[in-house]
């Protein structure tokens, strides 16, 4: 079945930096789009960035400029670097892909940005 698995994410102070990694499994992972997701308390979930199975990349609003997606088809890898990180950017961060029209999570990990 389909697993998502993320790690990296903790406690960072303003303008540090964390690297968010998923792992995926039970699908072909080269194939797919990955995307970052991320929810904050009291708002809606929201799409992060994205990476292509040919390796283009997307982002979305404050993200830009900040944050890098990458992945590792050997290994099944997908992992957000991000930098510069801000208190707004403190959410729990998603790792999904869509596979036939459904949409499939992992359990989230929290990111906290804070002094």
């Known amino acids: 079945q389909v697993q998502l698995v993320e790690s990296g994410g903790g406690l960072v102070q303003p303008g540090g930096s964390l690297k968010l990694a998923c792992a995926a499994s039970?699908?072909?992972?080269?194939?797919?789009?990955m995307n970052w997701y991320r929810q904050a308390p009291g708002k809606q979930r929201e799409l992060v960035a994205s990476?292509?199975?040919?390796?283009?990349?997307g982002y979305q609003g404050s993200a830009k400029g900040r944050f890098t997606i990458s992945r590792d088809n050997v290994d099944n890898m997908v992992y957000l670097q991000m930098n510069s990180l801000k208190p707004e950017d403190t959410a729990v961060y998603y790792c999904?892909?869509?596979?036939?029209?459904?949409?499939?999570w992992g359990q989230g990990t929290q990111v906290t940005v804070s002094s």
């Open positions: 990476i292509g199975s040919s390796g283009i990349t």
């Open positions: 999904s892909t869509q596979l036939e029209n459904l949409n499939f």
């Open positions: 039970g699908f072909t992972f080269s194939s797919a789009t």
